[in-house]
Every structure is written in C-alpha cells, then in structure tokens.
C-alpha cells in the first residue's frame, strides 16, 4: 500500500487500516469548509424528490425507481447545477437500465444541511445513504453499485472503506491520496492527520472497488496500483496510458450500464472487471483505425 520501503500511510500516522476505527477519534475538519450550495435539486425527467434520512437530518435526493440493482450516482461536481434528466446523457444511460438510479445531496450541496468537509462527514452520509436505499422495496440489497467520477470518484472509494454493503463501488478518476492532491483543494494538505483520514487509499475497503485513471491521473494510478490487495482482493485499479476522461468515461459509463442493465434482466450480479473495461476501450480503439 505504500511505495518500495515505505511504510503504508495509516501506519506512519499510528493510525488503523480500518477508516472507521481511524475516525472514532475524531475527524479533522478542512482549512476551508466550503459554503452550503442552495441550488435545489431538480425533478424532472422521471426523477422524484426523495428525502432519505442523514446524520444531520433529512438528505434530498433525485430518485428514478426501477427493479433489481440500485445505482448511485456521484457526478465530478456535485456541488453544481445538476441538469434535467432528459438533458443530461449520464443520467439518461443509467436511468433506460431498468435498474433504480439515485442522485443524492450530500452535507452543504442543493439546501442540504450541514457544509462541505471535502471527503469528510461526507463519508458518513453516504453510509446512511446506502442503508436507506437498501430497504426500498424495488431494490436488491446485495447489488448496490456506488460510482463517482473526479471528486465524486474519491468519495464513491472512501465509502467503500467505510461499508460493507456496496456490491461495487467504481471511481471513474479521484484522489487516492489527499495527501499529494493538488493544492487547490480546500483542505490543510500540512496536516497530515486531516489528509489521511481524506485518503482512501490509505485504508483497506470494506466493499469491493474498481478504480479507473487515465493519461491526466498519472499520480493517482500510481497510488491506486500500489494500494492494491493480491488478485481477487477487494481493490482493482485499472489506467489507461494515453487516454484522457473524455476518449474514457463515456466507454467506462456505457459498460456500467450495459451490465446494470443485463443484471435487471437476469437476476444476476453486476459485473464489471479491469478486463471487461480495457477489452471495451481496445475495440472502440480498433474499430477507428483506418481501413487499407
């Protein structure tokens, strides 16, 4: 989990692997919290408002009921102004699965209470999020698939390491280690303690993860391959030299759905590999090529 002769990240911090155990003492806040964001969600194109029940109180939520698999679906900004169901392509691929697609407001995003940690509090409110998902009536509790993208990337692998209930959770992108982010973000990167409780490579999932990086998240790949488990263990990374997010997520978001959308109608698992995803990418790669 660390490079050659370095000790893993949670190790050097005298802290456990577990991130829930890492936590109970206490969680760091950022340098910066960010102001709420009162943008409400909007309900439209077969979403409903939903309210789930959070930390901090009742949680808004866009909710397309489906059968079988849920989805849960954390955009890279999500503080932003999320657009209509039928004018956004993501949403629409994921909802014409079949499958149940949730958008969810977490802690200071779209009048939700509370205000942004960055990838702190969070945490918690997704792991109350997918206890309430998991008892609606359409949903199957064993295929609850968790996928992010950028920062909601970072936050679909840190709930992962905070639940066992997710079947999947899949970050298109994200920063394994707060520690080495960018500086941009609005968290005390010199405090080492708030960093690594931010951290998700730092930390053994509870949930099985896939994370996915490209030509722009070299320095993520790096950290993610290096904080995987032997094969068949809990945490895959899969990066795809010479290709940027947007020759990769459509491919990467077109598989998730065509699987959520083959375990609706066969009862079955969802599944995705390293594999399945490389193979998807090397056809779409080939069909291109010029024809002699």
Do not use: K, Y
């Not at 760091?28 to 901090?56: C, D, I, K, M, R």
């Not at 920063?175 to 005390?188: I, S, V």
């Amino acid at each position: 989990r660390a490079a050659p002769g370095e000790a893993p990240l949670a190790a050097r911090l005298d802290l456990s692997d577990d991130l829930r155990t890492a936590r109970a003492a206490g969680l760091p806040a950022p340098s910066t919290p960010l102001l709420p964001h009162q943008v409400p969600l909007n309900a439209t194109g077969g979403f409903e408002a939903w309210q789930w029940p959070g930390p901090l109180g009742p949680m808004p939520a866009l909710l397309h009921r489906g059968r079988g698999p849920a989805l849960l679906w954390l955009p890279d900004d999500p503080r932003g102004q999320l657009l209509p169901a039928h004018q956004d392509p993501v949403l629409a691929l994921l909802v014409g699965t079949g499958a149940t697609v949730v958008v969810p407001a977490l802690r200071g995003q779209h009048g939700a209470p509370g205000r942004s940690e960055h990838f702190g509090g969070e945490v918690d409110d997704l792991a109350a999020l997918i206890d309430a998902v998991a008892t609606l009536p359409e949903v199957d509790p064993d295929r609850i698939v968790l996928l992010g993208a950028g920062d909601g990337g970072t936050l679909a692998w840190l709930a992962a390491d905070a639940t066992d209930r997710l079947h999947l959770a899949l970050a298109l992108s994200g920063q394994p280690d707060a520690c080495t982010a960018p500086g941009d973000a609005p968290l005390a990167t010199d405090d080492p303690l708030a960093c690594a409780l931010r951290s998700p490579a730092a930390f053994r999932p509870r949930s099985p993860v896939l994370f996915v990086g490209g030509a722009l998240d070299a320095r993520a790949c790096a950290v993610a391959r290096r904080a995987t488990d032997t094969p068949g263990g809990p945490l895959r990374a899969v990066c795809i030299p010479g290709q940027d997010q947007h020759a990769w997520r459509p491919l990467a978001l077109e598989l998730v759905a065509q699987q959520l959308a083959a375990a609706v109608d066969g009862g079955g698992p969802v599944e995705l590999t390293d594999l399945m995803l490389l193979s998807r990418i090397a056809e779409r790669s080939l069909a291109h090529l010029p024809r002699e």
